[in-house]
Each structure stands twice: as structure tokens, then as C-alpha cells.
């Protein structure tokens, strides 16, 4: 089935937050943030910017009639800064004017006087100065210190990787409608509804049921939408509420590059030992997550470092720790991938480099320690199901893994200027939110008199396309058209209480659900043919829009039987209630079942640099990837393309660069670059592997999400393979991403010379 909202999309007729029409009397705001990362707020006059005509009033910290608290996690974090600023970009104020150009003009107008205190930017600097977010966590199996000894190799290092914008096309938003009694509308573009009702009533100080929150759809969110879209709906919700006048926040792309936190970057030390039959003993990894200024999402993610800590590999001792610090830049959130990325990151480079000083290829040790069925992994779940052999030796079979080492061989001997490098990229990610308590959905089934159906549910449309695929869930379980079936906006008095649309477990959660809905109703629709007909119940079935009885073709369809239905007074709408079964976790142990299962696969990425100018081209990704039954293969390999591509741009060009001030320096798109047509691989060729998926995946169909990011990964190694094969002096180092400038440093540096990094 095609994804429905192609159509949509390249006629531009899909709407999206900043379509909305206006309301007459919309009032138009923007965010006057802080210039500074951190300091005292000293003194701040607001009187010209109030007095520019067209203003009509600027909201701050004293206004809330609630509590100015929007931390989801930890309650670490005002809507509006409050005598002390925490990090540049930080909103202090909300100003509200006829126009979006006077709120801009009244916002230079605004003074404020800050005394800066130290800045702190590097997450190393901040656990020695004991700015942690929240206590260190640390996953353990077997004991990784006493094995070391009896290693034949033990290898240290440290692997670093940067943060990463996610460029939503469509900027953060929010446009907020007041209601009868109190009552506000919120459309936003948000991943998590329920986060933007609950943080609305809090800080308006009303219960939850006053606030109504819609999404129709997002232009992308990322993980950036999980929690960061919160603060412009609260905004323009405490803006309505208190003018009573409609208020639209639209962000401009620097002010949303420059207020909103990014991917983590990591700061992380590693110590592998191995055995001379290249089994990894032991590993240790010590993680220091650049959480930003507050909380955020920083505990979750956190966890799911750890949880990814050892990828797709078995290794019987294991210590991982993570420190989330606490720096002066703006709360780093969720990114596509979760802190996974971050984790797998480092056992990659802990493999590269014990690769390098054994003397063999990192494949060599990565295919040697391969999880099984029955391994345990540090956090406890025994791994079953498990396709990371299948994977690999799918790869190997459907791509000549040899030959193409031996092409790349033979072009680096022929060639001085230009020099190709290749590398493997396994893959293993657990799906569900490692919060077990997250991992509900639900969802809302109308069937209208004339067969129409409509379709709520918990899942927010983000471009992943979610809505084709719940489309397809209801029209295969009631046997209808899907053109009969149409997807409604996400709204939170239709589905309520729900978990954000992330955790690659979106299509899983609201499909389920959806399927409970559907058959509950899909079961009275059977009694009401059997009723009618006057035939046995256990032989009745609904197929291609017929009932079917005993095998043949009755008079009835699915038009006649709903009306049947109808005017024997039976209920066409169903709710449907799904939570993961199996799945736990004790924090207290850090031990447990935390995920529904694991979605594998293996890349094999090939780089071509060019050894005079430093830049390069990804020539081809040649990937096997565990789809399960994929239930929508177009949509699927788009999440593959897209997050393949989106891996390898934080691997490779994408730079975000903060200053000592803690000024964002790649604030705009003129200097933050990411991939387009022209950088995508030449070739990407997916294969699926044969499974026969999951039963915890909605109709057998793995997430699919997140995963294929982190084939991404492999994009550093192959070109740091290109780059020893030009420098045989070269030294390895990992710090993501691999930019053209220090590829070319690369290419050039000598034994003993100090590079700068
Ligand atoms: N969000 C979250 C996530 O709250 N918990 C998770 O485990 C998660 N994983 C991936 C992406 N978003
Ligand atoms: Mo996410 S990182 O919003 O699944």
C-alpha cells in the first residue's frame, strides 16, 4: 500500500501547523531568550518593548498562574528562566504582539543586565567539578577487572563523539486556541501530546481534562519533538489563557537551532581484553553524557546507552557506567536512536582499535563474538530470537564481503590521490521504551452507519508513516477497502494518557491496540450475520468486504451488514487497550526483560577519499536487515534510507560546534551541513533477511525506526580505513564526526606530531 500521504506531500496540500488558518485576533509571539550561558539576571526592563506599538503584552516567570516547572523527568527546568540563566537560547520572556515582525522589533528593546557566573561546556570538566544531573548508573555482568589479567590483549581508549541538530523541516510550533471556562486548544507539533497536556496543566494550574492537545502531523521530529516540543505549547496555551486572544508560535530555524538541545555528545573511556582466538573477555566503558542544563529526557537516554553498551556482541564480563553532566548548554533530548547510537559508538572504536593493535581486521572480531540464542546480555535479558549470526552470514552470502575488500585493495594500489576504505556495520536494537511503565497504547474505532471507518489513535504522523500503516491494520482486520478507512488527527480527548511516538515502537504500541479495537467490534458484526443469516457462528467470516458463511459468499456485505448492524442498536465504536506483555526491568538490580525483542542486521559501507582536498563519497551501503514480515516495504526501506543517511551524516559532516561561551557556532544552515542528494551513498542495496518476524511486532512487522541509523557507524570506520590506507603513520582516533578538515589532518600527520582535534 502507498504511504497516504504522498499525494499530500508533493502537491503541498498536506497541512501542517503553520497552515492552520488563522483566528481572527490571533496574537503572534516570539521568545526572548537569553544571551548568555550562564549568569544572574540582574536586573531586566521590559517597558519600551511593551510600549512598541503593536505589542500586547510579554509574559514572564511571574505571570504563571501554576507551577513554572516543565521538567518531565526530573522537575529541574523553569518554562521561564527565573533570576538565573542555565544556558544560551534559554527563554526568559514570551512576547506577544499583533504581528510576528513587531514581536521581533519589540524584542531588541527589551534590556537585561546578567552577571555571568563560569561556563562550563564539557561533560568531563563537569563530573570533575561533580555537576551531575543524577547519581551514576552502572550495568555489570561477570567481573571485567579480574579477567583483564588473563587476557592475551587488553586495549584502552577513548571514543568521543559530538551532538547532532535534527533538522526537522517543519521548526517547532505551536498555535493555541482559548476555549469556554478556562478550556484551551493546543495544536502542536509535538511527538508526545500527553507530555504537552500534562506540562499545559501544570503550569497553568488546571487539571489535565481543561487542556486538549491535537496534532495533525509533523514535518519531522527525530526525538527532537519527544519532549522539546513541550515548552511553544505551554507558551502559547499560558499566552491564550491569559489574553483570551488565539496565540501562534511559528519558530524561525536559528532561533529553534539555537533554544533547543540536540543529540548528546559523549565523552566515554574504554578498556577491551581479548583472547587470542579474538573472544572479547571482558569490557569496561565509562560514558560521560553532555546532558545540558537540565534533565530532559538525559535519564532515559542515558539508560539506553547502557542498555546498547555491548551492540550486537556477546561478552561475558562487562562494566559499563554513565555519568549524566550537567553542562551550559541547552537540555540535550532525544535523537533518533535514543543514546543507543552513542553506546555502540564505543565498543565499535574499542573493536577498531584492539583491530588495529592484534593485527587483524575489526570484521574478524566482530563476527567472532556475535550474539546467540541463550547469551545473556549485561542487563539480564537471555537473548532469544536472536539474528545477529543470520544477519551477518546473510551479508556475507548475498554481498562478497572478500571480493569487495579485495576491489578496494586493488583501487588503493592503483591509485595515489584517491583511496577507497571499507567497513562493517552491525546492528541490534532493542525495542520498547526501556521504561517499562511507557509501553501502552491505545486507540479509538469508529464505524459509521454508511461502512466509513474512523481511526484514532496515540500515534503522532511524523513523515515515518505510521497512518498508512494503521490505515492497513483496520482494513485488514475488519476485510475492507482501505479507502474506507481514514486516520484522525492525534487528539487527546479522543486517545488519552498516551506515551510519545518514539521508541521505534509506535507502529507496534497503536497498531496493537487498533487491532483489540477492530476485533472487539469485528466479533459483534459476526453475531449480528449469524443473527441475520441464521447460520452457524464458528463458520462466519469477513473477507474482501463479504460475509462469508460456511465457505460461501452470503447476500451480505460490509455496507449491508453495518447497517444491519445499526438498526439492531449494536455499537460501532470500540476502544482497544494494549500493554507489552513480558517485558520488566528492576532498576534496583539493573537487571530484567526490558525489551519486547531485538531488530538485527549488517552493513557493509564503502568510502572513497579523495586524499588531496580531504573530502569523500560513500560509493555504496550494502545492508541485510530484519524486517520480520515487513507489512509496508516501501515504507520500511524509506526508514532505512533515511536513517542509514542520517547515521552517516553525524558520523561524517554534520558539525556542532559550541564555543567556550556556550554559543551555538553552526547556528544556521550555511554552517551546519547536512546530507543531500548529492552526499547520500551512490548505491544503496537493501536485502531483507528471511525471517518469520514477531509476534510482539504489529502483524510480524519489526520496528523499524530507529535501527537502521546506526548502520550509520560503520561510515567513520571506512573512512578512517581509506585514510591509513593513504598514511600508513596515521594513529586512530575516535571522535565523531569524521569531517572533511580532519580527514585531510589525517592524510597528512606524521609519527610523534601532535594533531590538534
Ligand atoms: N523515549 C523514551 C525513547 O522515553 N524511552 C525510550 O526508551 C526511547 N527509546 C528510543 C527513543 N525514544
Ligand atoms: Mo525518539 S529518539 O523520539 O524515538
Request: glycine share 8%; charged share 25%; hydrophobic share 40%.
Amino acid at each position: 500500500m502507498k504511504n497516504i500521504d504522498s499525494i499530500g506531500h508533493v502537491t503541498g496540500r498536506s497541512l501542517y501547523l503553520d497552515d492552520l488558518p488563522t483566528i481572527q485576533g490571533t496574537l503572534f509571539g516570539v521568545v526572548f531568550d537569553s544571551p548568555k550561558a550562564h549568569g544572574k539576571i540582574k536586573s531586566a526592563d521590559y517597558s519600551k518593548a511593551e510600549d512598541f506599538p503593536g505589542v500586547v503584552r510579554i509574559l514572564t516567570s511571574k505571570d504563571i498562574p501554576g507551577e513554572n516547572q516543565i521538567g518531565g523527568i526530573i522537575p529541574d527546568e523553569p518554562l521561564f528562566a527565573d533570576g538565573e540563566v542555565h544556558f544560551m537560547g534559554q527563554p526568559i520572556a514570551f512576547i506577544l504582539a499583533d504581528t510576528e515582525t513587531i514581536a521581533y522589533k519589540a524584542k531588541k528593546l527589551i534590556e537585561m543586565e546578567i552577571e555571568e557566573l563560569p561556563v562550563i561546556t564539557d561533560p568531563r570538566e563537569a563530573r570533575a567539578k561533580d555537576q551531575l544531573i543524577f547519581p551514576p548508573r552502572t550495568f555489570q555482568v561477570g567481573d571485567p577487572e579480574s579477567v583483564f589479567d588473563s587476557c592475551d590483549y587488553v586495549i584502552e581508549g577513548e571514543a568521543d563523539n559530538e551532538g547532532q541538530e535534527h533538522l526537522y523541516i517543519e521548526t517547532q510550533g505551536a498555535y493555541s486556541v482559548p476555549m469556554e471556562n478556562g478550556h484551551v486548544r493546543i495544536s502542536s507539533s509535538t511527538q508526545g501530546p500527553t507530555a504537552v497536556q500534562r506540562t499545559a496543566a501544570r503550569v497553568l494550574g488546571v487539571p489535565m481534562h481543561k487542556v486538549e492537545v491535537d496534532v495533525i502531523r509533523l514535518g519531522g521530529g527525530f526525538g527532537g519533538k519527544e519532549d522539546q516540543a513541550t515548552p511553544w505549547g505551554v507558551m502559547t496555551a499560558l499566552a491564550a489563557q491569559l489574553t483570551k486572544r488565539p496565540v501562534k508560535l511559528a519558530m524561525h530555524r536559528m532561533d529553534d537551532m539555537r533554544m533547543t538541545g540536540k543529540r548528546h555528545p559523549y565523552r566515554s573511556d574504554f578498556k577491551i581484553g581479548l583472547s587470542k582466538d579474538l573472544k572479547i573477555l571482558a569490557y569496561e566503558a565509562t560514558f560521560h553524557q553532555n546532558a545540558g542544563a537540565a534533565a530532559d529526557l538525559s535519564p532515559a537516554v542515558m539508560e539506553r546507552t547502557l542498555f546498547h553498551a555491548t551492540n550486537s556482541y556477546f561478552i561475558p564480563n562487562v562494566k559499563a557506567t554513565a555519568y549524566s553532566c550537567r553542562t551550559n548548554l541547552p537540555p540535550n533530548t532525544a535523537f533518533r536512536g535514543f543514546g543507543g547510537p552513542q553506546g555502540m559508538f564505543v565498543i565499535e572504536s574499542a573493536i577498531a582499535k584492539a583491530a588495529e593493535e592484534i593485527g587483524v581486521k575489526p570484521r574478524e572480531i566482530q563476527k567472532a563474538n556475535l550474539l546467540n540464542d541463550g547469551d545473556e546480555m549485561p542487563y539480564g535479558q537471555i537473548m532469544d530470537q536472536c539474528l545477529a549470526k543470520n544477519s551477518w552470514d546473510s551479508l556475507e552470502s548475498s554481498f562478497d564481503i572478500k571480493k569487495l575488500e579485495a576491489e578496494v585493495e586493488a583501487f588503493n594500489s592503483e591509485n595515489s590521490d584517491f583511496k577507497k576504505g571499507i567497513a562493517i556495520q552491525p546492528i541490534c536494537f532493542g525495542i520498547s521504551f526501556t521504561n517499562t511503565m511507557m509501553n501502552n497504547a491505545r486507540a479509538l474505532v469508529h464505524v459509521y452507519s454508511d461502512g466509513s471507518v474512523g481511526v484514532s489513535t496515540g500515534a503522532v504522523e511524523m513523515g515515518q508513516g505510521v497512518n498508512t500503516k494503521m490505515v492497513q491494520v483496520a482494513a485488514d482486520a475488519f476485510s475492507i477497502d482501505p479507502s474506507r478507512v481514514k486516520l484522525e488527527t492525534t487528539n487527546t480527548t479522543r486517545v488519552a494518557n498516551t506515551s510519545p511516538s518514539a521508541a521505534s515502537a509506535t507502529s507496534d504500541l497503536n497498531g496493537k491496540a487498533l487491532q483489540i479495537a477492530c476485533n472487539k467490534i469485528l466479533d459483534r458484526l459476526k453475531e449480528v450475520a449469524v443473527k441475520k443469516l441464521g447460520v452457524d457462528a464458528s463458520t462466519i467470516e469477513l473477507k474482501d468486504e463479504k460475509v462469508i458463511s460456511a465457505g460461501t459468499e452470503s447476500d451480505l456485505d460490509w455496507k449491508s451488514l453495518i447497517q444491519e448492524a445499526f438498526v439492531s442498536r449494536v455499537s460501532l465504536t470500540e476502544n482497544g487497550h494494549y500493554s507489552t506483555p513480558i517485558i520488566h526491568f528492576d532498576k534496583s538490580k539493573e537487571k530484567g526483560h526490558p525489551f519486547a525483542y531485538h531488530v538485527y542486521g549488517a552493513a557493509i559501507l564503502t568510502v572513497t577519499i579523495d586524499c588531496i582536498r580531504g573530502r569523500y563519497d560513500f560509493d555504496s551501503v550494502k545492508l541485510v536487515h530484519d524486517f520480520g514480515k515487513s507489512m509496508n516495504l516501501p515504507v520500511d526501506h524509506g526508514q532505512i534510507e533515511g536513517g542509514l543517511v542520517q547515521g552517516i551524516g553525524w558520523m561524517t559532516m554534520e558539525e556542532l560546534l559550541y564555543d567556550k561561551e556556550g554559543k551555538l557556532m553552526s547556528n544556521a544552515l550555511s554552517t551546519y551541513k547536512i546530507p543531500d542528494i548529492y552526499s547520500v551513498p551512490k548505491e544503496i542495496a537493501i536485502k531483507h533477511l528471511e525471517t518469520e518476524g514477531h509476534e510482539a511486532a504489529i502483524q510480524k512487522s519489526k520496528a523499524v525506526g530507529e535501527p537502521p541509523l546506526m548502520y550509520g557507524l560503520g561510515a567513520y570506520f571506512a573512512i578512517q580505513n581509506a585514510v591509513k590506507a593513504f598514511n600508513p603513520d596515521y594513529q586512530l582516533k575516535f571522535h565523531a564526526p569524521f569531517t572533511p578538515e580532519k580527514v585531510l589532518m589525517g592524510l597528512y600527520e606524521k609519527v610523534g606530531e601532535v594533531v590538534p582535534d
